[in-house]
């Protein structure tokens, strides 16, 4: 159980398109997600939190008119790269938690983005 | 704001040796830490999860330890494998995961 998926696990674009990415909850409901960016050899920075019916939290220095985070069911979230450029290329990873956002996070497999 | 460091960064080991990892937070008003594997490219595999109130949980050659008075964590690998070969990262909870750099392991045969 417990099973979170990502779509698409890798997408390439031009520079000044946008991508959404989707992450899904298959098997529970999950009241938050969270969004994070792995940039090559480094760690999972967390993005923004989102909880269902509610607009996210973005952490500091990440814009949220560039990376809009909607989470309109307990089923799935989806974070869109808007106008995406080179610099935004990086490995998106999100996770997915019940019923309080302090338990036990599952994270999707991941989606590779890459901006020519 | 929570801040995590783990130490060491790389390590390369022998086939068989029993490993320790270690992970620090500086924020102990936490509800759980996980540790967590990723393989190169890869994403995260959740390998144990400590509760704040418990002090170590096991699973097969693993077990992970927790002081959370002290801010520390550490993650013990019994008899290596080159199979356990790939970065080990921690992450305390305080309502959201804040990992750390993570320690790369390469196992050799």
């Known amino acids: 159980g417990a099973v979170v998926s990502q779509h698409p696990s890798w997408v390439i674009c031009k520079s000044g398109t946008s991508v959404k990415i989707e992450c899904r909850s298959l098997d529970f409901q999950a009241t938050t997600m969270f969004w994070y960016r792995q940039f090559p050899k480094q760690s999972l920075m967390l993005m923004a939190t989102s909880n269902e019916g509610s607009k996210a939290t973005y952490e500091q220095g990440v814009e949220k008119d560039k990376f809009l985070i909607n989470h309109a069911s307990l089923t799935l979230s989806t974070l869109t790269v808007t106008s995406a450029h080179p610099e935004d290329s990086s490995f998106y990873i999100c996770?997915?938690?019940?019923?309080?956002?302090?338990?036990?996070?599952?994270f999707g497999p991941g989606t590779r983005l890459t901006v020519l | 704001k929570q801040e995590v460091t783990q130490i060491p960064a790389a390590l390369s080991v022998p086939e068989g040796e029993n490993l320790v990892l270690n992970c620090s937070f500086t924020d102990s008003a936490i509800y759980n830490l996980q540790w967590f594997r990723q393989d190169p490219g890869k994403g995260l595999t959740s390998l144990l999860l400590?509760?704040?109130?418990?002090r170590e949980q096991t699973s097969g050659r693993l077990n992970a330890s927790l002081d959370k008075s002290s801010g520390r964590s550490t993650l013990y690998i019994a008899a290596s494998q080159p199979g356990d070969s790939a970065t080990y990262l921690c992450?305390?909870?305080?309502?959201?995961?804040?990992f750390g750099q993570g320690t790369t392991l390469q196992v050799k045969p």
């Open positions: 992450a305390p909870n305080t309502g959201k995961l804040i």
């Open positions: 400590i509760q704040s109130s418990q």
């Open positions: 996770s997915a938690s019940a019923p309080l956002g302090t338990d036990t996070q599952y």
